[in-house]
């Protein structure tokens, strides 16, 4: 490969990109995770993480990816044999059911489209139905990344209120959690999952558990094994700014930038710009005459689009001609989506001309790749960035 120039468009929906100030806090030297500098920042960063995920509740931090935490948040709650409820969503959200199975969990998997996020109607209707309690915990998707479809989390918490079934609330915010409004106390959650290297705008590597009262009274009885996992030594350790096993000293060297990056712009302006640079999306796809995946107006995620190619086109075949001719990464088409769709990730570190960037690299590669669109549509774009 010969030298490109410029910057590459990592404009998949995660890894996201690093803004360059994260890169500089991360270069630095490693320093003891059991000493006094390290203690300070620990002390710190454990107090600092909470507000964006909207709790006032601990936070545990692990050095491992997403699926890490996913594992986490069900084995610290749960007992060999317990119902889990979960939705088919997408991708993300077969593979979680899938290792729930694994652990040997009893997995109640409602089936869906890839289109729509998860109903609260039939959270409440299984709930209801289950009168002996034996499902323990409903586990969802927030933001479905292989889709763009976001599940409606406050819905979903009042229907199972409304059935008055006591099953904990697991959400996955791998994909949302510092891009679309989320709140863990708020909307009563009891183990929100989230990563580093989506809307967190850190490398991969650094995943988290924010839990509930709830989700930890459930811990202290579980007997799922877990070790690696385990909150309750974690926990204790993290009171005094440490950790039971070494920390990934460097990106939190990064997660203390970044989440400065996050507060200093104010989270509520960066749910807005990611909402907005959305509906952009959304207007230029439109625009080229293509069909966005998701079909609930009120699913639409703010992180990603994902683009519905014509029947008689090859989505990765586009993707191939943009990352060759424009140098620009898209997200691929997952699971049974391969080759139908691609993905637009529009979060993390971004702004109004990274997206006319973006969006006008879309337009030319799929001219280049012969799939016949309008081109009105990047103008549609640019007059919703226009207006503000
Ligand atoms: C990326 C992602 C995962 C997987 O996380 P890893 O960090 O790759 O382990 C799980 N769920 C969602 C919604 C994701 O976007």
Not at 215 to 226: D, E, G, I, K
Not at 236 to 253: C, I, K, S, V, W
Request: glycine residues 10%.
């Amino acid at each position: 490969m010969t030298y490109a120039a410029g910057r590459h468009f990592l404009q998949i929906p995660g890894p996201t990109n690093v803004p360059d100030s994260v890169l500089r806090a991360m270069a630095a030297p490693t320093i003891d995770h059991r000493g006094p500098e390290f203690q300070a920042m620990g002390r710190e960063l454990l107090r600092d993480i909470r507000p964006v995920f909207g709790t006032t509740n601990p936070v545990v931090i692990y050095p491992a990816t997403g699926t890490g935490a996913w594992e986490a948040a069900l084995v610290n709650t749960l007992n060999p044999g317990d119902a889990v409820l979960t939705f088919e969503t997408g991708h993300f959200a077969t593979l979680w059911q899938e290792m729930a199975g694994r652990l040997g969990l009893e997995v109640h998997f409602v089936p869906g489209d890839w289109r729509h996020g998860a109903d609260p109607a039939i959270v409440e209707e299984r709930l209801a139905a289950d009168t002996g309690h034996r499902i323990k915990a409903v586990c969802v998707v927030h933001n479905e990344t292989s889709t763009g479809v976001t599940s409606r989390i406050p819905e979903i918490r009042a229907a199972i209120d409304a059935a008055g079934h006591p099953a904990l609330l697991l959400v996955d915010t791998i994909s949302s959690l510092g891009s679309i409004d989320y709140r863990h106390d708020e909307w009563g959650v009891d183990v929100t999952v989230a990563g580093s290297q989506k809307g967190l705008m850190l490398p991969p590597g650094m995943s988290f558990n924010a839990i509930s009262d709830k989700a930890l009274a459930a811990s202290r009885t579980a007997t799922l094994p877990r070790v690696f996992w385990d909150w309750g030594p974690m926990l204790a350790a993290n009171e005094r700014g440490f950790f039971t096993y070494t920390p990934n000293t460097n990106l939190m060297y990064g997660l203390r930038e970044a989440l400065r990056l996050l507060y200093d712009e104010g989270l509520e302006n960066v749910f807005a710009r990611h909402a907005r640079h959305a509906e952009a999306t959304r207007a230029a796809v439109r625009g080229w005459g293509l069909e966005v995946l998701c079909l609930d107006e009120r699913e639409h995620s703010g992180a990603l689009t994902a683009v519905l190619v014509p029947a008689d086109v090859d989505a990765d075949k586009v993707r191939a001609v943009i990352l060759d001719r424009f140098d620009m990464s898209l997200g691929a088409g997952l699971g049974k989506l391969a080759g139908k769709v691609f993905r637009i990730g529009h979060l993390g570190s971004f702004n109004d001309l990274t997206l006319a960037g973006t969006l006008a690299g879309v337009q030319m590669g799929l001219t280049l790749a012969g799939v016949k669109i309008d081109p009105g549509g990047l103008d549609a774009a640019l007059e919703r960035l226009q207006a503000g």
